[in-house]
Structure formats: C-alpha cells, structure tokens
C-alpha cells in the first residue's frame, strides 16, 4: 500500500510535466493565431489575430507576412492577390498602398468584413507600444529574383526596421539567401533566417551566407544536419505541423521553434496547458 502511494505521489508531481528537451521550445503564432480555419476565428495577419496569439493564448511570439507594394511600401499580408482574402482585387506588387490599406479581411465562418490591412508602420507602433517583450518574426515576402532590385529592398526594408525600438527578438524570414545576405550587410546584429527544407542544400545556404538559422516544414528536417547547426548557435525552426502525431515525431533536441496553426493543441503539448 505505502509502495503504490508513493507511486501516485510520484505520477501526479511527475508524469503530467513536459519533457525537458520541449520546455524551452519557442512558440510562434504562425500568421498571428494561425491558419487553421477550423480552429482560428480571425483572417491571419490581421491585428485581431496577432493579438489573439500573444494577448489571449500568451505565445512567445508571432511569424507574420510583410511584402512591398509598387510604391514601395511594406504591408502585412500573405497571400499575392487581395481576393484570396478580402474584398479587394489585384496584385499586390502592382497595386499602391493607398488602394490596399483600405481592404478588409473576410471574418472567418461568415462573409463579414472588419479588421483591415495594415502597413508596416502600423504594426511597428503596435510592437513598440503593446508587444515589445514578444517575439515577431518577420517573413518577407519578395516579388523579384534580380540581384539588384534584392539589395535596394534590403536597404528599404532595414530603414524601415529602424522603427521598431526594440529589436533584439525581431528576426526576419525569407526564402531567399541573397536577399538575407544584402540584409546581413546593411547591419551584423539583424536575425535572419532562410525559408527552406533543411536538406543538404539549405544546410549549404544557411552556412554559406553565414545566416542565423532555418525554417522549414517538420517533416523536412534531417536530424543530422540541425544537430549540426544547433552546434553552431544557429535556430533551426518547424512549421506545418497539423496533428499531435506530428509533434511526437520530431527531435526537440535540435528545435529552437516551431510555428503553429493551432496554439490550443501546441499549448498542450508544449506547456502541458
């Protein structure tokens, strides 16, 4: 009897805890409270979602989209045309601010339209303002393959991370290496991360172009090769993940972060919340 109560004792401090090499995982909204739209009430992207991730689930931070419009301009938006998610038309490379900013999202589950586009300056105010002690990550979106046009954006783009105050857990994103590397040149400090299977060819990139890190879908990890850059202070993180199957199934050993879709489900295998 004293043997199976000290059994108990031991199950109910114990066997509910996280595992330690899951603890200090990193979780970021993916598009603010993801793009699940069974589980999300909010257009991703939009403030209502950010704010659902960091103010209502307390995630440590958000992956949001930033792209340039044909004035040059940095918008929060995914998607290339605006009709996949508002009730605006066109291409958002070839459309100028003052015709995107006023476009609403389409609520989830009704053809409602409330929260709207914003502008980068926008969301900066909102970071220096209310989120400042969050992690943003930041995933721009580029619609040029020219090596030139590359490094001007990179110039743009980091004057206009100037105005966020406190930059020390903003990390940008891109599938692009040349791009990070022109960023990485205007300034060391910046955190940027390459957008690619973590296959033997984005290990190559990431090293190459001396980057800090990795973005890749979970099931595109060679375990290998993020043991390899973790041994390098580098940020190996997952995104895609759908079911609980698909946490189980990865290394946290060699995982700095993953972006999640469903914090409901990530927040109870991560926090055991």
Not at 20 to 44: C, L, Q, R, W
Not at 64 to 69: C, E, G, K, R
Not at 144 to 157: G, S
Not at 171 to 200: G, Y
Request: one cysteine or more; charged letters at 25%; aromatic letters at 10%.
């Amino acid at each position: 009897m004293r043997i199976s109560l000290i059994a108990l004792i031991v199950c109910v401090l114990g066997c509910s805890e996280v595992p330690p090499e899951t603890s200090d995982i990193k979780i970021f909204g993916h598009g603010g409270a993801g793009f699940d739209i069974v589980n999300s009430v909010y257009a991703p992207n939009s403030v209502s979602s950010i704010a659902s991730a960091l103010d209502d689930y307390h995630l440590d931070g958000v992956e949001v989209d930033l792209q340039f419009t044909a004035d040059s301009l940095l918008i929060v938006y995914h998607d290339g045309f605006l009709e996949g998610s508002t009730q605006c038309k066109g291409k958002i490379s070839e459309i100028h601010s003052v015709d995107i900013l006023g476009c609403k999202y389409r609520k989830q589950f009704s053809n409602r339209y409330e929260d709207g586009i914003i502008s980068f300056d926008s969301l900066a105010i909102l970071i220096n303002d209310k989120w400042h002690n969050k992690y943003f990550s930041l995933n721009l979106k580029l619609n040029t393959n020219n090596l030139q046009e590359m490094r001007a954006y990179a110039k743009v783009y980091y004057r206009e991370l100037q105005k966020i105050t406190k930059r020390d857990k903003i990390r940008t994103e891109c599938n692009d290496a040349n791009f990070l590397l022109s960023l990485k040149m205007q300034s060391r400090s910046e955190t940027v991360l390459l957008i690619h299977n973590l296959d033997s060819l984005g290990y190559k990139n990431v090293r190459r172009f001396n980057l800090d890190g990795i973005v890749t879908p979970f099931n595109e990890v060679k375990v290998n090769l993020a043991k390899s850059l973790i041994s390098e202070s580098k940020y190996v993180v997952t995104y895609n993940q759908k079911f609980a199957r698909d946490y189980k199934s990865e290394d946290y050993r060699y995982i700095t972060s993953v972006q999640v879709d469903n914090p409901i489900l990530a927040l109870k295998y991560f926090r055991n919340k």
